[in-house]
């Protein structure tokens, strides 16, 4: 069973900033792509920023930026430090992994969430 754990969420005034992490643990053998969404209240969940094995990466146009998504593959972590922080970036963070267990067979699991809110 792998598990992942969102850190870093909380309260901060706009123009601030927060550094998210994520910690993956369990029988992993790599993991591939590794992404943060997030869910403002009352709307969907979306795409914030995803980051490959190979370190490509790609924004939403509403963080590019301002957002920035790294990894440390030997903590199997992946961080999103976010900056110039908004009203509009409140929203529920969740980790998302894509990746291959120790058995080989590919998985996907997300993270439990973390809250952050942006005040005027």
């Known amino acids: 069973q792998v598990q992942l754990v969102e850190s870093g969420g909380g309260l901060v005034q706009a123009g601030g900033s927060l550094r998210l992490s994520c910690a993956a643990s369990?029988?992993?053998?790599?993991?591939?792509?590794m992404a943060w969404y997030r869910q403002p209240p009352g709307k969907q969940r979306e795409l914030v920023a995803a980051?490959?094995?190979?370190?490509?990466?790609n924004y939403a146009d509403s963080v590019k930026g301002r957002f920035t998504i790294s990894r440390d593959n030997a903590k199997n972590a992946v961080y999103l430090q976010m900056n110039s922080l908004k009203p509009e970036d409140t929203a529920v963070y969740y980790c998302?992994?894509?990746?291959?267990?120790?058995?080989?067979?590919?998985?996907?699991?997300w993270g439990q969430g973390t809250q952050v809110t942006v005040s005027s």
């Open positions: 998302h992994a894509d990746l291959v267990l120790g058995d080989y067979k590919r998985y996907d699991d």
């Open positions: 369990g029988r992993i053998f790599s993991i591939n792509t």
């Open positions: 980051i490959t094995s190979g370190g490509s990466t």
